[in-house]
């Protein structure tokens, strides 16, 4: 009897603590919301917006934790359960985003706090995150240059390049999260006389000529840039340089601006000051051109996509007599790796090498896999491609700075510099 009744209790206090159980697990039950969810888009230029539902959505709770994805808004039921709390809610462009596309990206996050009981509405709005670039060529530059290069370099490891021979005069390009603060365009061209023309020219936001009401001061996802093309004659009628118009429609504008394009003093070739140079263009009474990049900076184990930002448009107008170039740095293995090549090669960039007519340095550079013409002496024109020397500086950390001494026929001189730094 004593047993009967000690099973009863136990089956009655299972019986207590299962119904216990349920009613824990009905009142978490009860602790949820609903979500409906609407996915638009946001046209920067046209101050509208358009429902999608071909984007993939993604829930993530307080955490960060995925709590649901859907392939496509579609897919998204008509209400959503979820748990109490807080979340937000993604949605984009079918696949990822890459620096350069065919098409725009669009992107958009929304926090939403559900509610016991009560149905949240959640609006997605995606906006553009890649900016479209178009350059534009009036008949008068497409009579003048038989080929060009044109590239828009905004401080990343990948610059973006348009020529004569691309299928597309626009592209759309990501300046990563935070936009960049500037553009450098360097042109690159030779016209149907044969002249070399060289250009490099800077953008920035605040030289819009009009106020923008985003308040960013870099450019970023949305900005519609126009860059327009168009050749420059001198006085004698030859053709001498080319000058760029810009204008930037605004992701918060549907207004298309004007943007002032700066001709960097010293700029050619991809772009800089020059060095010490204080009239690099070569109008001086010396008639000579020395127009180096920018001083250049870029880590270790890596190269700038774009080899040409190194490279030195050198000109002179009585013809070239000597190219000088010596390097000096702060790394111990850059200096002994050049004694070894000037020993090999009878090159010696340290206390100085000379570049014209010197064959040495062609079967040197070949050495390397970096093939490269020196010019004859009376040349009047020459690029001389610093960033050959980016295959192996990329291993040397430290500052590798480099001299440039040109003379010409007159015995007249013009000095540059530029210090190309590799950072750990």
Not at 104 to 130: A, F, H, R, W
Not at 260 to 274: A, L, M, S
Not at 340 to 358: C, K, P, T
Not at 360 to 370: E, P, R, T
């Amino acid at each position: 009897m004593k047993l009967q009744n000690t099973l009863l209790a136990g089956a009655i206090a299972i019986a207590a603590l299962s119904s216990c159980c349920n009613e824990d697990a009905f009142d978490a039950m009860e602790q949820t919301g609903k979500m409906q969810l609407a996915v638009d888009i946001a046209k920067p230029q046209a101050r509208a917006t358009s429902e999608v539902t071909d984007f993939p959505v993604i829930i993530y709770n307080a955490a960060g934790t995925q709590v649901a994805s859907y392939n496509t808004v579609a897919d998204v039921p008509a209400n959503v359960t979820l748990e109490v709390g807080n979340y937000n809610v993604e949605s984009h462009t079918p696949g990822s985003i890459s620096k350069k596309m065919a098409a725009p990206y669009y992107k958009g996050v929304q926090d939403v706090e559900i509610l016991k009981d009560i149905t949240s509405q959640v609006n997605v709005l995606c906006k553009m995150q890649n900016s479209k670039i178009t350059v534009n060529y009036s008949d008068e530059f497409r009579n003048v240059f038989s080929t060009w290069e044109i590239t828009v370099n905004d401080g990343s490891e990948t610059a973006l390049s348009f020529t004569n021979s691309s299928t597309s005069n626009s592209t759309y390009w990501y300046f990563g999260e935070g936009g960049v603060e500037s553009l450098k365009v360097n042109f690159r061209g030779v016209t149907t006389t044969g002249a070399s023309i060289a250009s490099s020219y800077i953008l920035t936001k605040d030289q819009a000529s009009e106020s923008y009401d985003d308040d960013r001061q870099n450019f970023g996802g949305g900005d519609a840039i126009t860059l327009n093309f168009n050749p420059t004659e001198s006085t004698e009628g030859n053709i001498t340089s080319i000058t760029i118009n810009a204008n930037v429609t605004f992701t918060e504008t549907n207004e298309t601006v004007d943007i002032e394009v700066v001709d960097k003093p010293g700029f050619n070739e991809g772009g800089g000051t020059g060095g010490e140079d204080p009239n690099p263009g070569g109008d001086d009474e010396t008639g000579i051109t020395l127009n180096l990049p920018a001083d250049i900076s870029y880590p270790a184990f890596t190269t700038p996509a774009d080899p040409s930002i190194g490279d030195t448009y050198i000109a002179a107008q009585n013809g070239l007599k000597s190219i000088i170039v010596s390097i000096a740095s702060t790394s111990s293995d850059m200096n002994s790796s050049l004694g070894d090549l000037g020993d090999q090669y009878d090159v010696d960039f340290i206390n100085g090498a000379e570049i014209v007519g010197n064959q040495n340095v062609v079967a040197l550079f070949a050495s390397l896999g970096q093939p490269l013409d020196v010019p004859n002496e009376g040349d009047t024109e020459y690029t001389f491609p610093i960033g050959n020397f980016f295959g192996f500086l990329k291993v040397l950390t430290g500052i590798h700075t480099f001299n440039l001494t040109v003379t010409d026929m007159n015995g007249n001189a013009k000095n540059g510099q530029l210090k190309i730094t590799i950072t750990e």
